[in-house]
């Protein structure tokens, strides 16, 4: 059984410019969530995801959305590049929502410069 | 708002030893608790997780207990060896209804030195 693929896994981006990544959960999984991860403030939950709709939110700006499709394939965008947006991006899917038996997928990493 | 505390940030033993990791959650309607392991370079992973209808969990070398009344749960690994070495997160959620999201701990650096 396929693990949960990020992609891609490295970007690097300009401050002003906006991105988007991806994340394919593992077959069955329904639930997508996002998590920011940086040295200094930890793993910083952004969304979750179950069946297309956003169930829960985290505490970041507005610049920071995402959506999944009918597939489960998630996506996150973040609009407007800050210099401290620039961390490890990581999606973690689960068959049902509020991240019981999460895996994670290896991460994007994103640098702004 | 929700919040997990995690200690120590650092723990270092040598193989062999045990290792206690503890974390204390704010949310007492929280009632999933998983930890993670994550080595360097590596995505977090899955190593254990309890639910508060259990006190507590053993899965060969590593064990979770619960205190739901005291709103703590630790981590604890027995004859540590140097593959342990990696970063721990202990996170809590609270599972239907409400807040639908792992809330992590700063995470715990613990090296075991041969």
């Known amino acids: 059984k396929a693990g949960v693929t990020q992609t891609p896994r490295y970007l690097i981006k300009t401050r002003g410019q906006q991105v988007t990544l991806s994340c394919s959960p593992i077959s069955g999984h329904r639930s997508v969530s996002w998590y920011q991860q940086t040295p200094g403030q930890g793993l910083q939950f952004l969304f979750e995801y179950f069946s297309e709709t956003q169930r829960n939110k985290g505490n970041f700006p507005g610049r920071f959305s995402g959506r999944q499709f009918s597939n489960s394939r998630s996506e996150m965008n973040v609009s407007t590049l800050e210099l401290g947006d620039s961390a490890l991006y990581l999606c973690?899917?689960?068959?049902?929502?509020?991240?019981?038996?999460?895996?994670f997928g290896q991460g994007t990493r994103l640098t702004v410069v | 708002g929700e919040n997990v505390e995690q200690h120590p940030s650092t723990l270092s033993v040598q193989e062999g030893d045990s290792a206690v990791i503890k974390c204390t959650y704010s949310?007492?309607?929280?009632?999933?608790f998983p930890w993670y392991k994550q080595e360097l370079g590596k995505r977090p992973q899955l190593i254990i997780d309890?639910?508060?209808?259990?006190g507590e969990k053993k899965d060969q070398r590593i064990a979770v207990t619960l205190n739901k009344t005291a709103k703590h749960f630790s981590l604890h690994i027995t004859e540590t060896q140097p593959e342990d070495s990696a970063v721990y997160f202990c996170a809590a959620s609270k599972v239907s209804g409400g807040y639908n999201k792992l809330i992590f701990g700063a995470g715990t650096r613990l090296a075991v030195h041969p």
């Open positions: 973690a899917s689960s068959y049902d929502y509020g991240g019981t038996e999460a895996f």
């Open positions: 309890i639910r508060s209808n259990v």
């Open positions: 949310d007492s309607a929280s009632n999933y």
